[in-house]
C-alpha cells in the first residue's frame, strides 16, 4: 500500500520492530515473550533459603506432592465410580476386580490419604520444633491450619464412598458423633446426611463434597499457603531470627529441588510398595440392618474415636466442643501468643511441651483403641469375623449388583404407609413395647416419663442398626440411669419393636 504524504510515519519514521520470535523457531522465547515463564521459575528456583537447604524442608512439597497424586488418581476413579446407593458398591468392586490395574489405582489413592496425614504431622512437627510459625507468619500458619483440617474433611467424605459395610457403619458412627455437638450438631448431621438416614442422598452429598468442594477449597489454600510462604520466606534453622534470618543462604536450586525431589521418590516408592503388599480391600455391600456389624474408623480418626467413649451424657459438650475447641484455638493462635523471637526447641519448653504432650495423647488414645478391641474377645472375634467377610468377598468374582439391594432406612413411618409388612411390623412391635415394659418408663408413643426420655423422634438420631445394638445391649451409661441391661426378645421381635421405636 502506498504511503501518502499526510501520513504521520512521515513525521515520526517507525522504528524496526525487534525481530519478535516465531513459535515455530524458538518456542521457548515465544511463550517466555507472552507468559514471563523465565523470571517466574527463576524467582522460584533462587529462593534463597537461610542456613542452606535440609532434609527437614521436604515435608511441604512432598504435601504437595502427594496431593497431585491425589487428583491424579482420584480422577481416574471417578471414571468408573456412581455416587449412588445403588451402583457405589458394585462400581467399586469393578473397579477393585476387572479395570486394568483399578485395583492398585484405588489403593495409591486409600495409601495416599493416609500417607498425607502422616505428613501433616511430620510437617506441623518440624514448624513446631523450629519455630518456623514466628516472624509475621500468622497468616501462613493459619491457611495451613485450614488444609490440615480440609485434608481431614477429605479423608472423613471420602471414606464412605465405597458404601461397604466398613465404610457405611464408620460414617453412621462418625455423623452421629457430630450430632452430639450441642446446639447445632443434629442439624449439622441431617445436612450431611440429607436427611436422618443414609442413602443415596447422602452419597451424592458426600460425593460432591469430596471431589467438588473441599478439593476448590484444597487448591484455593494451597494457593494462598504458598504465596504467603513466598512473601515470609523460609524461616532457616532454629538459631535464625525469624524476621531477619541472619544464616548465610544458599538458593533453592539445586541442592533443595534435589532433596524435594528424592523425598517424592521415596514417596512413590513406599506407596507402590503399600498398594502392592497391601491392596485397599472392599467388604461386603453395605446392610442398614445388619446389627451386629462392629464399625471402626481409619487409624487416623481412631483417637478421636476413643476420646469420645469418655464423653457421655451431659459431660460429652465437655469432651466434644470444650476441650478440642480450646486445643484448636491454642494450636491456631498460637503465632499470635508466642511472640517472642526465640526460636531453639530447648528455649521454648512450654509451646513444644503441649505440643508434644497433645501428639503423645493422640498415640496413646490410639493405641488404647486396638488394645482395647484386642482384648474384649466378643469384640475381637466378631472385627475378626469382618475382616474374614472382607476377605472372602475380595475373593469372589465380580458380579454386577445393581438392582435394589439393601433397601435404606427411611423414616419407618413414611415406609409404613407405602409398605403393609412394615404396618405390620409397627403393630406388633407396640405390642412388644408395651409387654416388655418399655411404656413403664418411656411412656406411651415414647412421649418420656420422669423416669426415662422420650423416645419420639428418635428415628433422626439413631439408625434402626444403632437402636437395635443399644435394645439388646444398653450402654453402662444407659444401665447406670436405669435402662434394664437385658431384655427377652428374639430377632423378629427386636426388629418389630425397632420398627415401632423408630416410627414414633
Ligand atoms: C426401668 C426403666 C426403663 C425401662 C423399662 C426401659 N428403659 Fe430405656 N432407658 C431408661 C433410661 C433411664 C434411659 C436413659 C439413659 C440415659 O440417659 O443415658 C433409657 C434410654 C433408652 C434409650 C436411649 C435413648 C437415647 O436418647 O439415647 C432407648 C433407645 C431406650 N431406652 C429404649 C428402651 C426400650 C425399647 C425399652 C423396652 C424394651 C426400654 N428402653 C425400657 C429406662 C428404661
Not at 261 to 274: D, E, K, M, S, V
Request: a positive charge; charged letters at 15%; proline letters at 8%.
Amino acid at each position: 500500500m502506498k504511503q501518502t504524504p499526510s501520513s504521520r510515519s512521515m513525521a515520526q519514521p517507525l522504528t524496526a520492530p525487534p525481530a519478535a520470535a516465531s513459535p515455530a523457531a524458538a518456542p521457548a522465547d515465544w511463550l517466555d515473550e507472552r507468559t514471563g515463564w523465565r523470571g517466574l521459575l527463576r524467582q522460584a528456583l533462587e529462593e534463597r533459603i537461610p542456613g542452606g537447604a535440609r532434609w527437614a524442608y521436604v515435608f511441604g512439597s512432598g504435601l504437595l506432592f502427594l496431593l497431585l497424586s491425589q487428583i491424579v488418581t482420584g480422577v481416574f476413579l471417578t471414571f468408573y465410580y456412581v455416587p449412588s446407593a445403588d451402583h457405589a458398591h458394585t462400581t467399586v468392586a469393578y473397579i477393585t476386580k476387572v479395570v486394568a490395574d483399578g485395583a492398585f489405582l484405588r489403593s495409591l489413592h486409600a495409601w495416599g490419604a493416609s500417607l498425607m496425614v502422616i505428613l501433616i504431622v511430620l510437617h506441623v512437627a518440624q514448624i513446631m520444633l523450629y519455630g518456623a510459625y514466628k516472624g509475621k507468619r500468622e497468616l501462613l500458619w493459619l491457611s495451613g491450619g485450614g488444609l490440615m483440617a480440609l485434608v481431614l474433611g477429605m479423608a472423613f467424605t471420602g471414606y464412605l464412598l465405597p458404601w461397604d459395610e466398613r465404610a457405611y457403619f464408620a460414617t453412621a458412627v462418625g455423623t452421629n458423633a457430630i450430632s452430639e455437638v450441642p446446639g447445632i450438631g443434629n442439624t449439622l448431621k441431617l445436612l450431611l446426611r440429607a436427611g436422618p438416614g443414609m442413602g443415596t442422598l447422602t452419597l451424592s452429598r458426600f460425593f460432591s463434597l469430596h471431589v467438588f468442594i473441599i478439593p476448590a477449597g484444597l487448591l484455593l489454600f494451597v494457593l494462598l499457603h504458598l504465596l504467603l510462604f513466598r512473601k515470609a520466606g523460609p524461616a532457616g534453622p532454629p538459631s535464625a531470627d525469624p524476621v531477619r534470618p541472619a544464616a548465610k543462604t544458599e538458593k533453592f536450586y539445586p541442592r533443595q529441588v534435589l532433596m524435594d525431589a528424592g523425598f517424592a521418590l521415596l514417596l512413590i516408592a513406599t506407596l507402590t510398595l503399600l498398594a502392592t503388599l497391601l491392596p485397599a480391600t472392599l467388604g461386603p455391600r453395605a446392610n442398614p440392618a445388619d446389627t451386629r456389624f462392629i464399625p471402626r474408623p481409619e487409624w487416623y480418626y481412631r483417637p478421636l474415636f476413643q476420646w469420645l467413649k469418655y464423653w457421655e451424657g451431659s459431660r460429652v459438650i465437655i469432651g466434644l466442643l470444650v476441650i478440642p475447641g480450646g486445643l484448636a484455638l491454642l494450636f491456631l493462635g498460637l503465632p499470635f501468643f508466642d511472640r517472642r523471637a526465640e526460636r531453639r526447641p530447648w528455649r521454648r519448653p512450654f509451646a513444644v511441651g503441649i505440643f508434644l504432650a497433645v501428639l503423645g495423647g493422640l498415640v496413646k488414645l490410639g493405641v488404647t483403641s486396638y488394645r482395647a478391641d484386642a482384648r474384649n474377645p466378643v469384640v475381637a472375634a466378631q472385627l475378626a469375623r469382618q475382616a474374614q467377610q472382607e476377605r472372602a468377598y475380595m475373593r469372589q468374582p465380580f458380579a454386577p449388583s445393581t438392582s435394589g439391594g439393601a433397601p435404606q432406612p427411611a423414616p419407618a413411618a413414611a415406609a409404613a404407609a407405602l409398605n403393609p409388612k412394615q404396618a405390620a411390623a409397627i403393630a406388633d412391635g407396640k405390642k412388644i413395647y408395651a409387654a416388655q415394659g418399655c411404656i413403664a418408663c418411656h411412656g406411651d408413643a415414647g412421649s418420656g416419663t420422669a423416669m426415662a426420655p422420650k423416645l419420639a423422634g428418635i428415628h433422626a438420631k439413631l439408625s434402626p442398626a444403632q437402636l437395635s445394638a443399644l435394645i439388646s445391649q444398653p450402654t453402662p451409661a444407659m444401665s447406670a440411669k436405669g435402662m434394664p441391661p437385658h431384655f427377652n426378645l428374639n430377632t423378629a421381635e427386636l426388629k418389630h419393636l425397632v420398627a415401632y421405636v423408630e416410627s414414633l
